[in-house]
């Protein structure tokens, strides 16, 4: 369920059921309750565009404002006066001015590291499961075997 965000809005309700019907044959009586719950709030009371990310992946997570965070508190191994602190941050701020001039008239060119995150491997996999969903919708297969695909994304985001 806390991967309902990603999987296509629109086999939402159906993997819903199909996970409720495995939790009743299962005797699964508090995921149960948990699933009316998930239901009465989710489901009806709020809308799903409002909370699933299936088309826009990229923007679930706050890693920027954190990236500067941690680059902070390296900067400042103890906490500084109030007039090292200003000191550090117009520093900063003018090496972020000279930067971006740089790169603007083609002086400066960072590699920029690719490094893999949660949300690059969320995204990947999403992907791969829209082709996927794509090639069983041009073969005309039924719709639960969409259902079924997007149920197998669930377990898998949820490894």
């Known amino acids: 369920i806390t991967n309902f965000p990603f999987i296509n809005p629109e086999y939402i309700f159906d993997i819903y059921n199909y996970i409720r019907i495995i939790c009743q044959i299962y005797n699964y009586f508090h995921f149960l309750n948990f699933l009316d719950y998930f239901n009465k709030t ?23 404002s954190e990236s500067f965070n941690n680059y902070l508190k390296k900067l400042f191994y103890k906490k500084p006066s109030f007039y090292e602190l200003i000191y550090h941050l117009k520093r900063e701020e003018s090496l972020s001015y000279y930067n971006y001039k740089r790169k603007i008239e083609g ?53």
């Open 107 to 159: 002086v400066w060119k960072k590699k920029k590291r690719r490094i893999l995150t949660k949300t690059d491997e969320i995204n990947d996999l999403i992907k791969k499961y829209k082709k996927k969903e794509f090639e069983l919708i041009d073969k005309k297969c039924d719709k639960n075997d969409i259902i079924d695909l997007w149920y197998k994304c669930l377990l898998e985001l949820n490894e």
């Open 42 to 64: 989710y489901l009806y009371k709020y809308d799903i565009q409002y909370w699933n990310y299936y088309n826009d992946i990229n923007h679930i997570t706050n890693n920027a």
